[in-house]
């Protein structure tokens, strides 16, 4: 490669010296593989292929559901290499995967009575989309592992299908020059292979483009809303921390007490900034997810504020200007899994929202510690 | 239903080097690119998410863009967190 790649993002690589991104840990080597449900091997060509089932087990399952909420996420990788699926032969087409355990299973159990070969690169455990973006499903890992796997000896034809997911990070006329492989992109999601193959190695325009209906939305909001979780107990301790200090001393009970609105304002702002926008979020106005985030903060605290009732004004507007700027924020982050969003339109997003956001969380801060002076919970003379 | 955002993107296009291979076609997640008379077109750039599909493609370098994730806290880390040049998303 020319530059040298920052291994990086959600997204995509960034040069070095550039900002790079961020939304987990750094990238780490897996040690310890999951196991593919693999019982039998291929002997082919004097190679030893594992052939993996094309139907997911409870486990495989369970898994997978546990990674949505970021439980094992960075450890959720297989083997690199090549498996077999179905009774492959030297003609059967090479798919090509990454190594998350999520993208594999996604590919495998739509593989039901075809006979193919899967490539799986090292890419860290992630996704083929966002490992593209890093550049580790790349050129260099795709023509390291033919060579590693000897592909030129177990098919005889140059053909290797690659998702059209992975293409940010794959030079094909590259490929094609340093492994001899021909690299033909395949549909965006796995559901469409079957048909895929079945047209002669065509996709359709619906199947070459990236869609984000309703439940990919909501597929993805796991991780966003454990974090939002977590956001919202560190701040609701803060609060009951703060609201402890009473005229008689420090105590915890009228401290939970005092802070009792404000803990569940913060619980109502995770689902008004998460769940509730990801959902709705064609039909909330405005194109910057701040904007959207904070629409949706400030109706889920207003619904919690008449609900709740037995508030003072102070804490209404406290509740409101607080769970708005949350929800603003938590919700503006979800940009990074969205199918639509560009790096340049972010940055402009940040530049405008972030000064508004500050202004929002110092002011609410500010009512909420007048709110709670007012209470007599914080001892200030 | 289609989603936009704001519309902002570095993409840009020399149909001068243009081979007519249609790589950009193919890979482009937004299908913004079309054929017309042997040549890529951009059709709605807006649409564009600076992916670099297309400009990684591009075996004839007609095609430049500042690829780039389109997430906040990726940007919003990298300023906070210059020290730490390893930081990465998901």
Redesign the interface.
């Known amino acids: 490669m020319k530059t040298e790649k920052?291994?990086?993002?959600?997204?995509?690589?960034?040069e070095a010296q550039?900002?790079?991104?961020?939304?987990?840990?750094?990238?780490k080597e897996i040690v310890k593989f999951k196991e593919t449900g693999s019982r039998w091997m291929i002997n082919i060509a004097g190679e030893s292929i594992p052939l993996v089932p094309a139907k997911l087990t409870a486990t495989d399952i369970i898994g997978n559901f546990l990674a949505r909420f970021g439980i094992n996420r960075m450890d959720h990788a297989v083997r690199p290499g090549l498996y077999a699926v179905g009774r492959p032969g030297k003609t059967a087409p090479v798919l090509v995967s990454a190594n998350y355990k999520m993208s594999f299973d996604a590919l495998r159990k739509e593989l039901s009575g075809i006979d193919a070969w899967i490539l799986v690169l090292d890419t860290k455990g992630?996704?083929v989309w966002?490992a593209?973006?890093?550049g580790t499903f790349g050129t260099q890992e795709l023509i390291k592992r033919i060579l590693t796997v000897k592909l030129d000896k177990i098919v005889t034809h140059k053909n290797l299908i690659v998702p059209?997911?992975g293409?940010?990070?794959?030079?094909?006329?590259l490929v094609m020059k340093h492994s001899g492989f021909r690299v033909i992109?395949g549909p965006?999601e796995a559901c469409d292979i079957e048909e895929f193959l079945k047209n002669g190695m065509n996709a359709g325009?619906k199947e070459?483009?990236?869609g984000?209906g309703l439940w990919k939305r909501l597929e993805i909001t796991g991780i966003e809303f454990v974090s939002a979780v977590e956001i919202a107990a560190i701040v609701s301790l803060i609060a009951v921390l703060a609201a402890s200090f009473t005229k008689n001393g420090f105590n915890v009970i009228s401290g939970i007490s005092n802070a009792s609105y404000f803990i569940g304002a913060m619980f109502v702002a995770v689902f008004f900034s998460t769940i509730i926008p990801a959902a709705l979020?064609?039909y909330l106005p405005g194109?910057?997810?701040s904007v959207k985030g904070a629409i949706s903060g400030f109706a889920g605290s207003v619904i919690f504020v008449l609900l709740a009732g037995g508030m003072t004004r102070l804490t209404q507007a406290a509740v409101i200007v607080l769970s708005t700027t949350l929800a603003s924020f938590v919700f503006?982050?979800y940009?990074?899994?969205?199918?639509?969003?560009?790096?340049?339109?972010?940055?402009?997003?940040?530049e405008i929202s972030a000064p508004v956001m500050i202004m929002g969380a110092v002011i609410g801060t500010g009512l909420q510690i007048t709110d709670f002076i007012m209470k007599g919970a914080i001892k200030w003379n | 239903m289609e989603l936009t955002y704001l519309g902002l993107n570095t993409l840009e296009y020399d149909v001068k080097k243009c081979a007519g291979c249609g790589m950009c076609v193919t890979v482009c997640p937004h299908r913004i690119f079309k054929m017309d008379e042997k040549k890529a077109v951009v059709t709605v750039k807006e649409k564009c998410i600076e992916c670099g599909a297309c400009a990684k493609n591009c075996a004839f370098g007609a095609i430049k863009v500042d690829a780039g994730p389109g997430c906040a806290s990726a940007v919003l880390l990298s300023r906070f967190n210059r020290k730490n040049k390893k930081a990465v998303c998901c």
């Open positions: 920052q291994s990086c993002g959600c997204g995509q690589a960034k550039k900002e790079e991104c961020s939304c987990g840990g750094p990238v992630v996704n966002c593209a973006g890093k059209q997911l293409a940010p990070g794959i030079e094909t006329h992109y965006v325009e070459r483009t990236v984000f979020m064609p194109r910057m997810f503006m982050n940009t990074g899994t969205t199918t639509f969003t560009s790096l340049t339109g972010v940055r402009r997003e940040i």
